[in-house]
Antibody, heavy 119, light 106 residues
Framework: QVTLKESGPGILQPSQTLSLTCSFS??????????VGWIRQSSGKGLEWLAN???????YYNPSLKNRLTISKDTSNNQAFLKITNMDTADTATYYC???????????WGQGVMVTVSS | DTVLTQSPALAVSPGERVTISCRAS??????MHWYQQKPGQQPTLLIY???NLESGVPARFSGSGSGTDFTLTIDPVEADDTATYYC?????????FGGGTKLELK
């Protein structure tokens, strides 16, 4: 049974760095073809892909935020991480992590973590 | 970026057949995927690689298309299908999602 769960600070101030953790079970990020991605959704809005990290440690970022994003993984502890620097009120959203496979579609999603940026 | 265009909303009666369209601004081959999102929940995968039904998804759902034009079909629609449906392409970088189609039942 594949599960994923996001964790994060909930609220932070503008210019701070957001650190998110995705803890997962039911698969390994060392298995060929596996990946974990991060996607966000602003209130009432659509979905925006942020970054993927693959089993071989290949990393891909959305160019619109690339300079601000860092994705990483801890295969031994079944976790993936996303850092976003210089957070702004426009980054207020629900952040999801999801498992992805070759073909880069997301077959299992976490429940999401709400992140609010406010002074 | 590849822009995916979906109709904002549809209203159908239970038992009817509904088609939800997704048009890409450039070819995405068959790397198009469909998700269902109910209010307050995370998205769930319905269809991957244009026409492959995800395990556990009812056979009422089907997908078709290639290149720039794709369709998600629900036949017959049930009350539980009230949700927003998103398409997502992964052929061109970066992966992008459509704006979503909100399906309401009459």
């Amino acid at each position: 049974q594949v599960t994923l769960k996001e964790s994060g600070p909930g609220i932070l101030q503008p210019s701070q760095t957001l650190s998110l953790t995705c803890s997962f079970s039911g698969f390994s990020l060392s298995t060929y073809g596996m990946c974990v991605g991060w996607i966000r959704q602003s209130s009432g809005k659509g979905l925006e892909w942020l970054a993927n990290i693959w089993w071989n440690d290949d990393k891909y970022y959305n160019p619109s935020l690339k300079n601000r994003l860092t994705i990483s993984k801890d295969t031994s502890n079944n976790q993936a991480f996303l850092k976003i620097t210089n957070m702004d009120t426009a980054d207020t959203a629900t952040y999801y992590c999801a498992r992805c496979k070759l073909g880069a579609f997301f077959d299992y999603w976490g429940q999401g973590v709400m992140v609010t940026v406010s002074s | 970026d590849t822009v995916l265009t979906q109709s904002p909303a549809l209203a159908v009666s239970p038992g009817e057949r509904v088609t939800i369209s997704c048009r890409a601004s450039e070819s995405v081959s068959t790397l198009m995927h469909w998700y269902q999102q109910k209010p307050g929940q995370q998205p769930t995968l319905l269809i991957y690689l244009a026409s492959n039904l995800e395990s556990g998804v009812p056979a009422r759902f089907s997908g078709s298309g290639s290149g720039t034009d794709f369709t998600l079909t629900i036949d017959p629609v049930e009350a539980d299908d009230t949700a927003t449906y998103y398409c997502q392409q992964s052929w061109n970088d970066p992966p992008t999602f459509g704006g979503g189609t909100k399906l309401e039942l009459k």
